[in-house]
């Protein structure tokens, strides 16, 4: 991991369990993670949102007022809105994406889930999805959230990568062993 990469996620990482910690004392929980959702979201939909986070040339104070009105717009929680506005006001806004993926998995933590990353080469039905966070739950004793992908690249099966675990039993990489394994031979 570059340096400024690690530096942004230890600004973030202090930032998101200070506000976690607020949050548990004051039974605000299931708000922050709607909040979290809600900016996750709204960052994805608006390239201006993450651009004006990202921007050097935007003064403290005009961020402090997007950032304060984002907040009042959405009906963020108190809590979230003001550590935004601290953000803002300590030029830290650049970290929200980090900030957000740590706040996540705080609050995943907090309520023993764990995120699996899947990938698959058809987007799965909801009965695919319930049976797989299933089957998954059943290995690591915990509710398992799925962030599903589609790779059509895949031709076929799945990608699921889950902590430091990974499972890949996709026609694609079956078909790249066989590959290799006729190399070895001939």
């Known amino acids: 991991m570059s340096e400024p990469a690690s530096v942004s996620a230890g600004i973030a990482a202090r930032y998101a369990s200070a506000l976690f910690e ?23 939909a608006s390239p201006e949102l993450s651009a004006m986070i990202a921007s ?8 402090a007022a997007a950032i304060s009105a984002i907040a009042a717009k959405m009906g963020l929680n108190p809590l979230t809105a003001n550590t935004l506005a601290l953000m803002a006001d300590k030029r830290r806004l650049f970290v929200l994406p980090q900030f957000l993926a740590e706040l996540a998995n705080l609050i995943a933590a907090e309520k023993g ?15 695919q999805a319930k049976k797989l966070a299933e089957t998954l739950k059943a290995k690591v004793g ?11 690249s895949l031709i076929g099966g799945l990608i699921v990568k889950l902590g430091s675990t990974m499972i890949d039993t996709s026609v694609k990489s079956k078909l790249a062993s066989l590959q290799n394994a006729m190399k070895e031979v001939g």
């Open 113 to 127: 889930e764990i995120t699996a990353e899947v990938t698959s080469a058809a987007k799965l039905t909801a009965a």
């Open 22 to 44: 607020l949050a548990r004392d004051a039974g605000a929980l299931k708000a922050l993670d709607a909040d979290a959702e809600a900016l996750k979201s709204a960052l994805a």
């Open 56 to 63: 050097p040339v935007i003064s403290r104070s005009e961020q």
């Open 142 to 152: 915990k509710t398992v959230k799925l962030n599903a992908t589609v790779d059509e």
